[in-house]
């Protein structure tokens, strides 16, 4: 009987499957099913292994694959010794076989051949460096005499997606739960977090999201994380929980509950784990990383990273306010208007600071909403003066009075003079739309500017400044942008040291935060709930009185009837001659209305009254107890809302590689979708500790070409799967493997 690759008998039990299992004890190996003991045999009983794994087979205990899986054998030794058994039955094993051994295979060559198999070198190199015949080598390999390595390609086999199905299906706890072991140990305490280990597999589905590890990367998704989140021990390792939850962001899985219709076993070989966890014990982990504001530690130390990675793009910043609509029931949140919707919703304003590219820095929740005005000077502003970055120092902001530290940009919600003037004091310049421009300007007055806008196009525009004096005696620089159809836009700046050109552009591309807010909505799923929770609100919260609100709401619907009353009163004129009847059926039309006008001046006069005397705004412990109204849990929100603004930037870091070398620049976000959605080959390979991702090849040859650019800058960094010693290696298509 020929000698086999000698299989891997692990000390301690171990589980073939949920029937079969082996164990190894002073050096014999027994095989048993439920407590039945079935078969042994000496360790080094190679015919005697053979001989078992083919009954085994025949039988139905095991497949040939589970074999061939977990004893680390190629498959088709496996195939033969099932082959062998069925022919010639058990004595098949045992009969003495009578191998003439090559005259030019001395022990002196081989060893030199033996060394060269063991250098990863195939039997056709082999035979053509040595001068020998391949089939003399392959008679000599069948015969026993070298010793071939086992190939990522044969590792590979017998890993499909339908039979990594079936071992999912079979795993004796639960669906793809197959690393029984470890699963004990950290059920008793004795593992802090379960080590990836990849093994090899073909097809797994959104294979492409591992393209992106290397921007997560980048991007800081792990860096410094255990000194704000903090786990239990337990199977699941922090790092694991956080890949696959920005995994999930970019394969556009939008919530946890999306995870109940996905194969966890293949999800998991993304992390290296048998099986990624579900829906009940995610939620319990991220309850637990949400605990004593730590996300919002975690968020504010990613954003000082981002500022001071592009310390240019974080000096002039876009601030603007997202309603976020809440269709729940738990509670009743205050109203706001919806402008995508143009309707006034229960709903939530998250107020966002972007860089000029759109990308975001940070958010601030506001479950009470005072305004962008106080948002922005009671906590955007002082984070901002603290942690920006290349601000200028104290001694040049004193000695130059037109000096500033940072520029915001905003719409004209944030339009205040006063306010504009309380920011000027705190050396902070302000962009923003003039909420009452006047009359047009000359045409004279405008000339051709060249402006960049943030993608770096550049444009021409039509402009013209003059210096502006607000309500409150502030000199402010207005700049006029005219489009082709003489419409004119009036834009107010406090900054007066960068020319219009430079504040046409940061004003005209504040789009590009708009179109953050959409594509985040749409693509991230922004808006959804990360918690089903709600919390008190603190009795000191200030809020908008409803009594006010209603009275508001009364008089401007008052004031509009009145208005179009008199505009009607107005229009009414005697068009027919001077007759007595015609002209008493119009003085008696014209008092109607004079009466009706003076009603409804009357109304207007008392409403303002009512309104004058009911206070403005109230305290949380002001309001009736069945006006009062708790706030939506915000902790998992900062935590889960923070990954996807890595998930964003990293997609942002590959679309900027792709857009030179594609056709459609706007299209490298499609592209990317595409590329996340789409199967690949994982290829582990521990001796040159590597993970080959291979992925499948895409709808065109241009995407193709795109993919082999961007796969060739991935590989660049270099980067190494969090917790192992395998290097990333990023390939496209089977004819690039090794």
């Given at each position: 009987m020929p000698q086999v690759q000698m299989p891997f008998f692990p000390e301690g039990v171990t589980h073939v499957n949920h029937m079969l299992g082996f164990s190894r004890k002073d050096g014999s190996i027994s095989y048993f099913t439920g407590n039945i003991r079935m078969y042994s045999h000496e360790v080094e009983d190679s015919a005697s292994f053979k001989m078992i794994i083919a009954q085994i087979c025949v039988n139905g205990i095991a497949k040939q694959a589970d074999i061939a899986r977990t004893f680390g054998i190629p498959f088709l030794t496996v195939k033969r010794a099932v082959k062998l058994y069925r022919q010639e039955g058990v004595r098949g094993f045992y009969k003495p076989r009578n191998h003439r051994s090559?005259?030019?295979?001395?022990?002196?060559?081989?060893?030199?051949?033996?060394?060269?198999?063991?250098?990863?070198?195939?039997?056709?190199?082999?035979?053509?460096?040595?001068?020998?015949?391949?089939d003399t080598l392959s008679k000599a390999v069948r015969a026993g005499k070298f010793r071939l390595p086992v190939r990522a390609t044969d590792a590979a086999l017998g890993c499909s997606k339908s039979e990594r199905s079936d071992q999912d299906s079979a795993a004796a706890m639960g669906m793809g739960a197959s690393n029984v072991e470890?699963?004990?140990?950290?059920?008793?305490?004795?593992?802090?977090?379960?080590?990836?280990?990849?093994?090899?597999?073909?097809?797994?589905?959104?294979?492409g999201v591992l393209m992106a590890l290397p921007a997560l990367m980048a991007v800081g998704l792990l860096d410094d994380v255990e000194r704000y989140l903090k786990l239990p021990e337990g199977y699941y390792g922090l790092d694991s929980l956080l890949l696959l939850c920005a995994f999930m962001a970019l394969a556009r899985l939008d919530s946890m509950e999306s995870l109940r219709y996905c194969a966890p076993g293949e999800w998991g070989k993304l992390l290296g784990l048998d099986r990624i966890p579900e829906v009940r014990t995610m939620r319990q982990k991220l309850r637990l990383l949400s605990q004593d504001g730590r996300p919002e530690q975690w968020g504010a130390a990613l954003s000082d990273r981002w500022m001071n990675l592009d310390p240019d793009n974080a000096s002039v910043l876009y601030i603007d306010g997202h309603v976020?609509?809440?269709?729940?029931?738990?509670?009743?949140?205050?109203?706001?208007?919806?402008a995508r919707q143009r309707l006034c919703l229960r709903a939530t304003t998250d107020y966002w600071v972007n860089a000029m590219d759109g990308q975001p820095f940070f958010m601030v929740n506001q479950a009470v909403d005072p305004g962008l005005i106080e948002v922005i000077e009671r906590d955007i502003v002082p984070r901002l003066i603290e942690r920006v970055p290349t601000q200028p120092a104290e001694q040049p902001l004193q000695e130059t009075a037109r000096l500033h530290r940072l520029t915001l940009v905003f719409d004209r919600e944030g339009y205040s003079p006063?306010?504009?003037?309380?920011?000027?004091?705190?050396?902070?310049?302000?962009?923003?739309?003039?909420?009452?421009?006047?009359?047009?300007?000359?045409?004279?007055?405008?000339?051709?500017?060249?402006?960049?806008?943030?993608?770096?196009?550049?444009?021409?525009?039509?402009?013209?400044?003059?210096?502006?004096?607000?309500?409150?005696?502030?000199?402010?620089?207005?700049?006029?942008?005219?489009?082709?159809?003489?419409?004119q836009t009036a834009v107010i700046a406090t900054d007066f040291g960068s020319n219009p050109a430079q504040l046409a552009g940061a004003m005209f591309s504040r789009w590009s935060q708009e179109n953050f807010f959409k594509y985040a909505r749409?693509?991230?799923?922004?808006?959804?709930?990360?918690?089903?929770?709600?919390?008190?609100?603190?009795?000191?919260?200030?809020?908008?009185?409803?009594?006010?609100?209603?009275?508001?709401?009364?008089?401007?619907?008052?004031?509009?009837?009145?208005?179009?009353?008199?505009?009607?009163?107005?229009a009414t004129t005697m068009t027919q001659g001077i007759d007595v009847e015609p002209m008493e059926t119009w003085i008696a039309k014209k008092a109607a209305m004079q009466e009706d006008i003076e009603q409804q001046q009357a109304a207007v006069a008392t409403l303002k009254e009512q309104r004058k005397a009911t206070p403005h705004h109230v305290t949380m412990a002001e309001l009736p107890e069945d006006q009062r109204f708790r706030q939506l849990r915000t902790h998992s929100k900062h935590l889960v809302d923070t990954i996807k603004m890595i998930a964003y930037r990293a997609e942002t870091a590959m679309a900027n590689i792709l857009r030179p070398v594609i056709k459609r620049p706007d299209e490298a976000r499609t592209l990317l979708r595409a590329l996340y959605a789409t199967e690949a080959d994982l290829i582990p390979d521990?001796?040159?500790?590597?993970?080959?991702?291979?992925?499948?090849?895409?709808?065109?040859?241009?995407?193709?070409?795109?993919?082999?650019?961007?796969?060739?800058?991935?590989?660049?960094?270099?980067?190494?799967?969090?917790?192992?010693?395998?290097?990333?290696?990023?390939?496209l298509g089977a004819d690039q493997n090794p």
């Open positions: 090559a005259a030019v295979l001395t022990s002196e060559v081989c060893e030199q051949l033996q060394g060269l198999f063991d250098a990863g070198l195939s039997l056709t190199q082999v035979a053509q460096q040595s001068g020998l015949k391949r470890a699963r004990v140990a950290a059920s008793l305490g004795e593992l802090v977090a379960v080590a990836p280990l990849f093994q090899s597999a073909l097809d797994v589905p959104y294979g976020r609509v809440y269709h729940g029931h738990q509670t009743k949140l205050p109203r706001h208007h919806v006063d306010f504009l003037q309380r920011m000027k004091k705190l050396r902070v310049a302000c962009v923003t739309y003039h909420k009452f421009p006047g009359q047009d300007w000359a045409d004279e007055e405008f000339r051709a500017w060249p402006v960049r806008l943030h993608t770096g196009e550049l444009v021409t525009m039509d402009l013209a400044e003059r210096g502006t004096r607000l309500s409150n005696n502030l000199w402010v620089r207005e700049i006029r942008k005219r489009t082709k159809h003489a419409q749409q693509q991230f799923g922004l808006d959804r709930l990360a918690d089903h929770c709600t919390e008190e609100i603190p009795d000191t919260t200030r809020l908008v009185n409803p009594a006010w609100r209603a009275l508001d709401g009364e008089l401007r619907k008052v004031s509009a009837k009145l208005s179009r009353a008199m505009a009607q009163f107005g521990m001796n040159a500790q590597t993970l080959t991702v291979r992925l499948h090849h895409m709808a065109q040859k241009s995407s193709d070409n795109a993919m082999q650019r961007l796969c060739d800058q991935l590989n660049a960094t270099e980067t190494f799967f969090p917790r192992t010693s395998l290097r990333l290696v990023l390939k």
